[in-house]
């Protein structure tokens, strides 16, 4: 049976590395992620203002529904996402693993320290390798380069999203819990979801 693998958990817990790793030690996987959609439409037309970066978030997220049923419909074997916990998705991915007859494995990534999930998130943030937009209200692509690092989250409003995060579980078909400690965690959790 096709499998929908569901990576999910609050920032810097974690998911875009273990998606990742299973696209690429998963055969003929099709890895969709929001974040990346997002990152694609910002760099293509940008945005000055608050209001119009949420306008092209909710534009993202449209296409990654209509590009998560089309991988459904022609029948993809192994779909992995990562995405941000979301309770109100649940629906929407219940509806599309029945009409599309998915087995659905939900990986939540979990944190044992806040601390130290707090410093991987600032490593991150003011890394070169994080997209420019995440951390702006306004955005030109032409000047990609040119935008500094600064940091945006403060600890107090991820602590509320750690506290709050069992209760934010989308929780469909078989669960595992990842912890994103060493390579060792994640060849557990490619075994797990092949079992």
Known sequence: MNKLVIITGISGSGKTT?????????????????????EDIYDTIGFKNEKQ???LRKIAHNTFKNILKESMKRGDKWIIIEFPFRIK??????????KYDYDVITINAILRDFDENWKRILKRDLSDERHPSHEHTQYNPLYKEKYKKRELMHDEVLKKEYDTLEMCHINLGKIIEFHNENQQSLEQILKQIKE
């Open 53 to 55: 970066k949420k306008d």
């Open 89 to 98: 998705w649940k629906k929407f991915f219940e509806e599309c693993v029945q």
């Open 18 to 38: 273990l998606a990742k790793y299973l696209n690429q030690n998963i055969e003929a996987s099709v890895w969709l992620s929001v974040d990346k959609l997002q």
